[in-house]
């Protein structure tokens, strides 16, 4: 069978590249800031795809089989000759500076991890960030390219989607110790709740939760309790201290659920009919450093989608 390289084949071939280069998921893991088990998942997925072994498996480490070093082999080569190229191209012109807006949420926690990357890629373009909340109004003398959490619709602009956001519950592993069990939305009565009431706007300040927990066939448990706070940043930091149970973004969660500070106690994760959209006047990507930066965003959010999964306790 026709093995196509689709998108997620690109990915898959990727993270084997990056395996293949240290014979060690761990390695790679901590190189690409995914887990070794997302790693290991990503591997055997593209095993099964193409029906035979590239690693075989070891009480210390990995090791590549005949099919893996001959694919490790012409992926290195196909890097090498995608590096030659891009130094053959003329990127004097993608220099210059950028003005870029973004929700504060979303630039603290997601964006700027991300920006040695794009730091190393264009090192001669310079980003002017700005942090403004969803209410404020874009208006497109303000910058080059805006980052907002909304249905993507905005007049006189155009836009891109980046990524659609879930929601589901997460707390600290602290919070349970001592507690009843937190196994599912009933158990809550035992818990403390925390709300970030800036997450739909116009709405109760227990919007959030109601939202998630109807999401989930619960909608009949009453949720108005607990703390609340104007910024999701603090209802996180909050929910790492153990102060109670919080509702999470899961585009603005990685590596807290990552390194355990927060687990996710029950639940699935559930759409919240928001996404991330990236906005730029007609005619802005004509720009060079513009098209470069919108482009990187894009390819981020692609491999941010085929990197993390969601882990649930």
């Not at 689709?6 to 790679?28: E, I, K, Y």
């Not at 995914?34 to 590239?54: D, F, H, K, N, W």
């Not at 004097?92 to 630039?107: D, H, M, Q």
């Not at 919080?246 to 106690?265: F, K, S, W």
Request: charged share 20%; glycine share 8%; hydrophobic share 40%.
């Amino acid at each position: 069978m026709r093995k196509q390289l689709n998108g997620q084949m690109f990915v898959w071939l990727h993270v084997f590249s990056c395996a293949a280069r240290h014979l060690s998921f761990t390695r790679c893991a901590e190189e690409l800031h995914i887990t070794p088990g997302a790693v290991s998942q990503q591997m055997r997925q593209l095993e099964e795809r193409l029906g035979y072994r590239l690693f075989q498996r070891k009480a210390r480490g990995v090791e590549l089989s005949a099919e893996g070093q001959r694919l490790a082999q012409t992926v290195a080569e196909a890097y090498g000759s995608i590096e030659a190229e891009l130094l053959r191209l003329d990127v004097g012109e993608i220099r210059g500076t950028l003005r870029v807006r973004s929700i504060p949420s979303f630039l603290a926690k997601w964006l700027t991890p991300r920006l040695p990357r794009f730091q190393q890629r264009y090192p001669d373009i310079e980003l002017r960030l700005v942090a403004e909340d969803s209410n404020q109004a874009l208006h497109p003398d303000d910058f080059d390219l805006a980052i907002d959490l909304n249905d993507g619709s905005y007049p006189g602009m155009l836009s891109t989607p980046l990524l659609d956001e879930q929601i589901f519950p997460v707390c600290s592993p602290a919070l349970l110790r001592g507690r009843p069990p937190l196994h599912g939305p009933a158990d809550l009565v035992h818990y403390p709740l925390l709300h970030d009431i800036t997450a739909w706007r116009g709405s109760s300040e227990y919007a959030e939760w109601e939202f998630y927990l109807e999401g989930i066939g619960a909608g009949e448990l009453d949720v108005r309790r607990g703390h609340t706070f104007n910024r999701n940043h603090l209802t996180i930091e909050a929910a790492i201290a153990g102060v109670g149970v919080a509702i999470a973004r899961r585009t603005l969660l990685n590596d807290e659920l990552e390194r355990g500070t927060l687990i996710v106690p029950f639940g699935v994760p559930i759409a919240n009919h928001k996404r991330y959209v990236l906005h730029y006047p007609p005619g802005g990507l004509t720009q060079p450093g513009a098209r470069a930066v919108h482009d990187w965003l894009v390819e981020e959010a692609l491999g941010f989608r085929a990197l993390h999964p969601l882990a649930i306790h």
